[in-house]
């Protein structure tokens, strides 16, 4: 198991219980655990039923599916409301122009300066989105077409989303803190025709330049015809004659209508890709469809947050990942909701910043992470009593396990001790939320993200595929389909197979390991594949590996996560030179910028530990239990090490492990 055993520990004692408050009980979505229970039973008793009722309830057809589901995990096929028809862009505005809404704000964007902000109504998104997709037309995208996005959290964003939607060309976002080369690889995976990006990312202050990233990257994007280029911070820029041309340009031109047919789309149409790490050195291109997904985002969206009509729901990801896709963008605004987005960091200028923006903007729902909350938490108490946070009703967290220290903290300072937390466990690959409480049903438990939704039938299993007892724990698996789960790997089916379906035939294995209560509740670990958390954001240890060895002075590099107060984990590196070289802590320096430059930023190792050896099996395969435990400071007991080749190594990388972090 990743998650270690103190955090273990913790989460093993928690016995605190918080019931609903009765305020907003009547007029929630799902009102009690007696509601929550029966929708349960149906949804298991009589899964088409239910989803098929939602579906309705929820989504606007063209044409109403033939069949609501046909699955088979081993093959594996997965395709919901077939026959349907539907466009994803027609759901999240169109039909909010004339069911009362089109004066309503869809988008609050609050940039980094302070002074910048901008406000779309329906209308108003309705017509930059329809002007945008008529350029896209124009650049020659077609239905199938894929275009890769390459934004920081400004408004072109979700408008390029939505046009990309309204013609049925899917869209792969990439984030902006990645490399050059980390874009570069997913547009060839995903063979883009087009890229849209910006001069240049606002962040804490500084203009970061993000044009030449895109450069650097479409040097090798054959496929790539035209890059589409926004203006954010008006610096310096390269624009290369007959490939790339200005937004605003593009969308002055008075040839470009306000109105744009939108394309109609199968239920089991690509919607989009999004590139998530793996436990290969290579991302994946996981892939989410029309019907399935849009049904599930705005279910969840609905249920999880209790969205309402006059609510101004925020949620703090980048849309860059999974996150921002279905809770900012596609859950909120198919509801018709009102959905702000936020440019900049919660740190700056000061630590007050996302509680002065909950004060301004009379925020009602509020979605962050962990570590958010726990770097906020070191700040102090004082930066969220300057603010009136009165308006908030609900709380939620995504993106690792919440520890109860900072579960109580988020509850008691931005609660006010009154407020539910939504501790909502999911993953890129299942779309949407799927363990999680409804706030005004469940009784909550700090560090547990509670019970599945309707709909999920979310179990744990040990090893053999059998089920796990109480407290046991173990793999967590989904034993059948939900709407919003990914349809497949781009361009892998054997990967796709290989990945989620093969260790447990018949059922969705998350990475994840977990256990469950007495009350059925979940308790989630953390991975147990070789994966890594740091503040949310998923990384492979196998891709910041070859990052490593693809530098000149590398032999071998193993990377684990070190556990880390505040970003959950953080990256540890174990680096063999090749022979003849000396360590520095200038090399070391060099290696945290290659790994800069080739992933980006955020998975640049914080610890370079230099070692003459790595624990090796006589096999040759890295032992990284042994290296988990190390950088743990759980040095004690490492288990069976009969298999070590060389079990001499072990002492020196604690040595080592000494000298640099200080771990007793
Ligand atoms: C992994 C998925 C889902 C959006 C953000 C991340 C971890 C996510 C929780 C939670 C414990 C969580 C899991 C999961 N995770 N939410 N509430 N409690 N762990 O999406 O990048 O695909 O990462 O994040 O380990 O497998 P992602």
Redesign the pocket.
């Known amino acids: 198991m990743c998650a270690n055993e103190t955090q273990i520990e913790s989460l093993m004692q928690e016995e605190r219980l918080f019931r609903p408050s009765r305020k907003d009980q009547m007029k929630a979505h799902v009102k009690s655990m007696k509601e929550y229970k029966a929708y349960y039973k149906e949804s298991m008793e009589d899964p088409e039923g239910f989803w098929a009722r939602r579906a309705e309830e929820l989504i606007t057809w063209n044409k109403k599916w033939r069949k609501v589901l046909r699955w088979d995990f081993n093959d594996p096929k997965i395709e919901w409301f077939i026959g349907g028809k539907l466009n994803v862009s027609y759901n999240c505005l169109d039909r909010h122009l004339e069911n009362g809404r089109r004066n309503k704000a869809a988008l609050i964007w609050q940039g980094e300066p302070e002074e910048d902000v901008k406000v779309y109504t329906y209308q108003m998104l309705h017509t930059e989105v329809c002007r945008f997709a008529n350029v896209l037309k124009k650049l020659g995208v077609k239905k199938g077409d894929r275009v890769s996005i390459y934004l920081p959290m400004i408004p072109e964003l979700p408008i390029a989303m939505l046009a990309c939607a309204r013609i049925g060309a899917p869209h792969s976002i990439v984030f902006a803190g990645f490399s050059a080369s980390s874009l570069e690889s997913r547009i060839q995976d995903c063979k883009a025709k087009v890229l849209i990006t910006a001069d240049a990312v606002l962040r804490s202050g500084r203009t970061i330049p993000l044009k030449p990233n895109a450069d650097q990257a479409l040097k090798n994007c054959p496929t790539v015809e035209k890059c589409v280029v926004v203006k954010r911070a008006g610096n310096e820029i390269n624009m290369e004659e007959g490939r790339d041309l200005w937004w605003h340009e593009l969308m002055a031109d008075e040839s470009i209508k306000d109105t744009c047919e939108p394309e109609i789309m199968d239920a089991e149409d690509m919607l989009f890709i999004l590139y998530?790490s793996g436990s290969t050195g290579k991302p994946k291109g996981v892939i989410h469809t029309t019907g399935g997904y849009l049904t599930y985002a705005a279910h969840t969206t609905q249920w999880v947050f209790d969205l309402k009509d006059d609510d101004v729901y925020w949620c703090t990801a980048d849309i860059g990942?999974?996150?921002g896709h279905t809770y900012i963008v596609y859950g909120p605004l198919a509801l018709g909701g009102t959905s702000l987005m936020f440019e900049g960091v919660p740190t700056w200028p000061a630590p007050d910043r996302f509680w002065k923006i909950v004060e301004k903007f009379k925020v009602n729902i509020f979605y962050t992470a962990p570590t958010v909350i726990r770097a906020l938490m070191r700040e102090g108490v004082e930066w969220t009593q300057k603010h009136d946070l009165s308006t908030l009703r609900i709380l939620g967290?995504?993106?690792?396990?919440?520890n109860p220290e900072a579960w109580m903290w988020y509850h008691e300072n931005i609660g006010k001790g009154k407020l539910p937390i939504v501790?909502?466990?999911?993953?890129?690959?299942?779309g949407g939320i799927l363990i999680a409480p409804l706030p005004y049903a469940t009784p909550l438990k700090p560090g547990s993200?509670t019970l599945p939704l309707p709909g999920v039938d979310a179990a744990i299993v040990r090893s053999d595929g059998t089920p796990a007892k109480k407290n046991e724990g173990g793999y967590l698996v989904v034993k059948r389909p939900w709407p919003g789960m990914l349809r497949g790997v781009f361009g892998d089916p054997e990967r796709f197979k290989k990945q989620y379906f093969d260790r447990f035939p018949g059922m969705y294995e998350?990475?994840?390991g977990a256990r469950r209560d007495e009350d059925g509740y979940f308790w989630?670990m953390?991975?147990l594949d070789d994966v890594i958390?740091v503040s949310?954001?998923?990384l492979g240890t196998a891709e910041i590996e070859s990052a490593l060895v693809s530098h000149p002075s590398v032999a071998e590099a193993a990377v684990v996560g070190m556990p880390h107060p505040v970003k959950g984990q953080t990256i540890y590196a174990y680096v063999t030179l090749k022979a003849g070289l000396e360590e520095s802590d200038d090399l070391r320096a060099e290696l945290r910028n290659h790994v800069r430059k080739i992933i980006g930023p955020i998975a640049s190792p914080e610890y370079i530990q230099f070692a003459v050896g790595l624990p090796k099996t006589r096999s040759g395969k890295i032992m990284r239990r042994i290296l988990r435990k190390i950088v743990a400071g759980e040095t004690e007991d490492f288990g069976d090490t009969s298999t070590l080749a060389d079990p001499s190594v072990i002492e020196d990388l604690i040595k080592g492990n000494k000298e640099l972090t200080g771990n007793k």
């Open positions: 998530t990942w999974i996150t967290s995504v993106g690792e396990p919440i501790d909502t466990w999911w993953q890129t690959e299942t993200a998350s990475g994840d989630i953390g991975r958390n949310g954001h998923r």
